[in-house]
């Protein structure tokens, strides 16, 4: 059972290059997110879905776009990296109880971007 | 805006210790207060959680109180070792399952021998 799996691990780019990075889980969960961690900034959201088809903005979505078009993949793009964009990002997924969200998540193991 | 105030930011503790690390909130209804814990390279992983219809759960060496009122819950860990020197997040879900999960900004504990 892999559970929710990222690739790449590590990545570098020069600025205003483009690139994806995939979040895929095996769960069968509804609920998936990426949020971005930099030191002293803890977990910061940048863009969630609630569901296949479904897309929200979170907590620091500029510069980053998000499409989910399989219930198990959710992909963050980044169109133009900037330096600023360099962080370890985390995909996660949680899953339907009734009918909310049990706020319980489960973490990829990050996916490193470097951009220069 | 940040929902949740967590604190301290770093704490060392000797082994056998106490470790108490807390996240207060202000303007948001929370109705689930997990705790989440990190290890160097690793993605966080949910480590023990309450519900607001108690005040307090155990397990193990871990402890979550949680007051109402003041608005505010608490992770306890008991006889500290080594091996609980990772990051410490709370993540509360707001009232009524909603799904804009935000975290606290996390504490570094570190345990000494």
């Known amino acids: 059972n892999a559970g929710v799996t990222q690739t790449p691990k590590f990545r570098v780019l020069k600025t205003g290059q483009s690139m994806t990075l995939l979040c895929a889980q095996d769960?069968?969960?509804?609920?998936m997110y990426w949020y971005r961690q930099d030191p002293g900034m803890g977990l910061r959201l940048i863009h969630y879905?609630?569901?296949?088809?479904?897309?929200a903005k979170g907590e620091v979505p500029d510069g980053y776009n998000v499409s989910r078009l399989k219930k198990q993949n959710f992909l963050l793009g980044l169109e133009s990296a900037a330096p600023s964009q360099t962080s370890v990002y985390f995909c996660?997924?949680?899953?339907?109880?009734?009918?909310?969200?049990?706020?319980?998540?489960?973490f990829g193991e990050g996916s490193r971007l470097t951009v220069l | 805006q940040q929902q949740v105030k967590q604190s301290p930011q770093s704490l060392i503790v000797q082994k056998g210790g106490i470790s108490i690390i807390n996240c207060a909130y202000e303007?948001?209804?929370?109705?689930?207060f997990p705790w989440y814990q990190q290890f160097p390279g690793k993605g966080p992983a949910l480590l023990i959680a309450?519900?607001?219809?108690?005040s307090e759960k155990k397990e193990g060496r871990f402890t979550i109180s949680f007051n109402k009122s003041a608005k505010q819950f608490s992770l306890h860990i008991m006889d500290s070792q080594p091996g609980d020197s990772a990051t410490y997040f709370c993540?509360?879900?707001?009232?009524?399952?909603?799904?804009?999960?935000?975290f606290g900004t996390g504490t570094q504990l570190k345990v000494e021998l």
């Open positions: 996660a997924s949680s899953y339907l109880r009734g009918r909310m969200n049990t706020g319980e998540l489960f």
């Open positions: 769960m069968n969960h509804e609920y």
């Open positions: 879905s609630v569901g296949e088809g479904t897309t």
């Open positions: 303007n948001t209804a929370f109705d689930y």
């Open positions: 309450i519900r607001p219809d108690v």
């Open positions: 993540a509360p879900r707001p009232e009524g399952g909603g799904n804009k999960l935000t």
